[in-house]
């Protein structure tokens, strides 16, 4: 079984601060990722444009569909993403996902 990486993106809503996305995240990370052991790294990254990427390691596909099924009914996940502009946002488009060949630590 491969571990599966997302590179999900995020573009703030207007109005929303990166200390704001910060903030989130954390809360984010406490109150929901921590608590899910199928989640084994998460890195939040700003790109050159400004706009930012929550990079996530999952244990398996099966793990990666789980927590994502989990977040469509998670407070801590709904304040996450109301600080992003969702409006053009396709999450099967946009949100690359990998199967992982080698880890190298």
Avoid: W
Wanted: include cysteine; charged fraction near 30%; hydrophobic fraction near 40%.
């Amino acid at each position: 079984m491969s571990t599966i990486t997302i590179f999900a993106p995020i573009t703030l809503a207007q109005g929303f601060t990166e200390t704001d996305l910060l903030n989130a995240s954390a809360n984010f990370q406490k109150d929901f990722v921590a608590n899910h052991t199928g989640i084994l790294r998460r890195e939040l990254v700003r790109k050159g444009d400004g706009t930012y990427l929550d990079i996530v390691k999952f244990r398996s596909r099966e793990d990666m569909e789980d927590v994502i099924e989990k977040e469509q009914s998670c407070e801590a996940a709904a304040k996450f993403f109301s600080i992003m502009d969702l409006s053009d946002y396709n999450p099967e488009e946009e949100m690359e996902t990998y199967a992982s060949l080698m880890t190298y630590e």
